[in-house]
């Protein structure tokens, strides 16, 4: 069977820690799509065709890889989409903590058709989130060392 998976998230930013998801969930599965979340209630730190795009350039080098975005309930995009697999990351206890209620309900929802698969975030990457990313550069500090290059040069613009 073919695996199509999906890794779904707000990405904004997308950060190392994500790519380092991305790059080796390519490896296992046929066709990974990055599904960048549209979130009515929440302003955006960038547009949503501005983190599509930006994922885009730090992903070029997948031949596997697509990015979409969406809106909605996850588990609509991913029955609609006929995925069979969707993609987390783990970083530490308390995503563990959140992510196990939100995938057995979703275990529900996609009719027990679909696996959630659970990557380990690899440990240089573990303190990584997006907020923080957001917080120090609105604050001028350095974030080079947690976002892709394309991102990071985005970043420095504004
Ligand atoms: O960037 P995040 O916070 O890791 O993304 C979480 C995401 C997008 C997976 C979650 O917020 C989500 O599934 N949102 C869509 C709405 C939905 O399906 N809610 C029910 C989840 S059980």
Do not use: W
């Not at 969406?70 to 959140?98: I, P």
């Not at 996609?110 to 690899?122: A, C, D, K, P, R």
């Amino acid at each position: 069977m073919k695996i199509k998976a999906l890794y779904a998230g707000s990405f904004d930013p997308l950060t190392k820690g994500h790519y380092d998801i991305i790059q080796r969930a390519s490896k296992i599965c046929d066709e990974l799509v990055v599904g960048v979340i549209v979130n009515p209630q929440k302003k955006p730190y960038f547009h949503i065709q501005k983190r599509k795009e930006l994922i885009e350039g730090a992903t070029k080098e997948f031949d596997n890889v697509k990015v979409e975005s969406f809106s909605g309930l996850l588990a609509d995009y991913v029955n609609d989409n006929g995925f069979n697999v969707v993609v987390r990351g783990l970083r530490n206890g308390q995503d563990f903590e959140n992510e196990i209620p939100m995938a057995q309900l979703n275990a529900k929802l996609y009719n027990n058709q679909v696996e959630t698969i659970f990557l380990m975030t690899s440990p240089e990457h573990a303190f990584i989130s997006s907020s923080m990313v957001r917080e120090v550069a609105q604050l001028n500090g350095n974030v080079k060392e947690l976002v892709p290059a394309n991102i990071y040069e985005e970043l420095k613009k504004l």
